[in-house]
């Protein structure tokens, strides 16, 4: 089948497109979720009252992962029947054109309903570019990687999630000292706008990309499948449903970057004091990734993924009530000791998923299995909110029970930091 990598200059291309499409996908990702915390309550569903309107910007942030399964298969199918480079770039266009727009939109006191419906509809959209953004870099990355070292350069593609992520706390950082009027009334779109010219850069870097030698090797035997997600549901069922259930060990993720902010300000934490110090274990996320990464190309995939998720399972237990605790430096311990263990899990997911299925449907399988778990994931705020009556250990426990299901989904799927990834390799072991 030829060579299953890409060259060295190639392959850190690659990964620098995986870094800047999933940096500018988070970056709009961490932008709603802290505007949903902070402001679009008051902005787009105020009549609701104060708990209420946080409530609903909650599950319009949710909204968008019910697209992204549907982003999955449109992406999925492009990605794989196209090519990798098509689908990114579409994706990342799609993302960044309608984080713009939600900057520009008008609020509830302006347009009345239209407002909110209109907010559903651009969160939709960037749902559905989301579905095949992380999968199609994870793809690209991994194929182009050395065999040795595919986790080091698939793990870029989570490095820009968490740099993604810190610029977006860092933009809402520079705007969150303004007075609360002025934030209301056009402070917090400013980050917003911002999305644009990320997503300009990011085009430019994925555009320089080729495809992958082991996918052209394959569209050259004529071994490209007419429907991707067909196949890969009625041939790798049990690896889609795998990664569905280790998707879940993003809740650590949610808990961290979109409950904790609105937790820990209805408990006296201020939004200013808790962005700071959230960019800062965002930070050390950024500096444990790749040494996450390397161990797993070293000793393999489960045993760093079952490891993180057990450890962040426990942790939850402590970090809930530090994060309730009012106290600054307990909030901020509590979110290192989480980031530390959850990280590993984070990089390690990066080549685990797109391992488990053969070149031919990689793109659709990682994709449409991931994004079905994200939609517990999207929800996970909203769902922990309503579980704060029952206490804090309810809300703890149900961000332990996804880890430890997400553990569980490793401990039964084979490992695969070995396996080739041509299409005959990739079956084996299934």
Same mark, same amino acid.
Request: proline share 5%; glycine share 12%; charged share 10%.
């Given at each position: 089948?030829?060579?299953?990598?890409?060259?060295?200059?190639?392959?850190?291309?690659?990964?620098?497109?995986?870094?800047?499409?999933?940096?500018?996908?988070?970056?709009?990702?961490?932008?709603?979720?802290?505007?949903? $915390?902070?402001? @679009? =309550?008051? #902005?787009? *569903?105020?009549? %609701? !009252?104060?708990?209420?309107?946080?409530? /609903? +910007?909650?599950?319009?942030?949710?909204?968008?992962?019910? $697209?992204?399964? @549907? =982003?999955? #298969?449109? *992406?999925?199918? %492009? !990605?794989?029947?196209?090519?990798?480079? /098509? +689908?990114?770039?579409?994706?990342?266009?799609?993302?960044? $054109?309608?984080?713009?727009?939600?900057?520009?939109?008008?609020?509830?006191?302006?347009?009345?309903?239209?407002?909110?419906?209109?907010?559903?509809?651009?969160?939709?959209?960037?749902?559905?570019?989301?579905?095949?953004?992380?999968?199609?870099?994870?793809?690209?990355?991994?194929?182009?990687?050395?065999?040795?070292?595919?986790?080091?350069?698939?793990?870029?593609?989570?490095?820009?999630?968490?740099?993604?992520?810190?610029?977006?706390?860092?933009?809402?950082?520079?705007?969150?000292?303004?007075?609360?009027?002025?934030?209301?009334?056009?402070?917090?779109?400013?980050?917003?706008?911002?999305?644009?010219?990320?997503?300009?850069?990011?085009?430019?870097?994925?555009?320089?990309?080729?495809?992958?030698?082991?996918?052209?090797?394959?569209?050259?035997?004529?071994?490209?499948?007419?429907?991707?997600?067909?196949?890969?549901?009625?041939?790798?069922?049990?690896?889609?449903?795998?990664?569905?259930?280790?998707?879940?060990?993003?809740?650590?993720?949610?808990?961290?970057?979109?409950?904790?902010?609105?937790?820990?300000?209805?408990?006296?934490?201020?939004?200013?004091?808790?962005?700071?110090?959230?960019?800062?274990?965002?930070?050390?996320?950024?500096?444990?990734?790749?040494?996450?990464?390397?161990?797993?190309?070293?000793?393999?995939?489960?045993?760093?993924?079952?490891?993180?998720?057990?450890?962040?399972?426990v942790l939850y237990f402590a970090y809930l009530p530090a994060l309730g605790s009012g106290n600054l430096l307990l909030v901020g311990l509590g979110s290192a000791a989480m980031m530390t263990a959850w990280t590993?899990?984070?990089a390690t997911s990066a080549a685990w998923f797109a391992e488990l299925f053969p070149t031919e449907v990689r793109y659709s399988g990682a994709a449409?299995?991931?994004?079905?778990?994200?939609?517990?994931?999207?929800?996970?705020?909203?769902?922990?909110?309503?579980?704060?009556?029952?206490?804090?250990?309810?809300?703890?426990?149900?961000?332990?029970?996804?880890?430890?299901?997400?553990?569980?989904?490793?401990?039964?799927?084979?490992?695969?930091?070995?396996?080739?990834?041509?299409?005959?390799?990739?079956?084996?072991?299934?």
């Open positions: 089948m030829g060579t299953a990598t890409g060259t060295p200059s190639m392959a850190k291309r690659a990964a620098s497109s995986a870094l800047m499409g999933s940096a500018v996908e988070y970056y709009d990702f961490t932008l709603f979720a802290t505007a949903s $915390a902070l402001f @679009l =309550g008051p #902005v787009f *569903f105020a009549p %609701l !009252g104060t708990g209420a309107a946080t409530m /609903a +910007a909650f599950l319009t942030f949710g909204s968008a992962f019910v $697209a992204r399964p @549907l =982003g999955a #298969v449109l *992406f999925g199918h %492009l !990605g794989d029947r196209v090519g990798r480079r /098509a +689908a990114l770039i579409w994706s990342v266009t799609v993302m960044g $054109a309608s984080t713009t727009a939600i900057g520009l939109l008008p609020g509830y006191a302006a347009i009345g309903t239209t407002a909110p419906i209109l907010l559903l509809v651009l969160r939709l959209l960037q749902g559905l570019s989301a579905g095949g953004e992380q999968a199609g870099s994870n793809a690209l990355s991994l194929e182009h990687a050395p065999a040795t070292e595919r986790n080091r350069y698939a793990a870029w593609t989570m490095q820009g999630t968490s740099l993604g992520t810190l610029l977006g706390k860092l933009a809402f950082l520079f705007v969150v000292w303004l007075p609360q009027p002025t934030l209301l009334a056009w402070g917090w779109r400013l980050p917003f706008l911002v999305a644009g010219p990320l997503m300009l850069v990011a085009l430019v870097i994925r555009r320089s990309v080729i495809e992958p030698p082991v996918f052209t090797d394959l569209a050259a035997s004529g071994g490209l499948v007419r429907a991707p997600v067909t196949r890969v549901l009625s041939r790798h069922g049990r690896q889609v449903l795998a990664v569905a259930v280790g998707t879940l060990f993003a809740v650590g993720g949610a808990a961290l970057n979109v409950y904790g902010l609105s937790f820990a300000t209805s408990r006296g934490t201020s939004a200013g004091s808790y962005l700071a110090m959230i960019s800062v274990v965002t930070a050390l996320g950024l500096v444990l990734q790749p040494l996450w990464a390397r161990l797993s190309d070293r000793v393999g995939r489960r045993p760093v993924f079952i490891g993180s998720c057990l450890a962040a399972a590993a899990a984070n449409l299995g991931g994004q079905a778990g994200m939609i517990v994931v999207g929800f996970a705020p909203a769902i922990m909110t309503s579980l704060e009556p029952a206490g804090w250990l309810a809300v703890a426990g149900f961000g332990a029970g996804c880890l430890l299901l997400a553990a569980t989904a490793a401990w039964l799927t084979a490992e695969t930091y070995t396996r080739p990834l041509t299409p005959a390799g990739s079956r084996n072991g299934r």
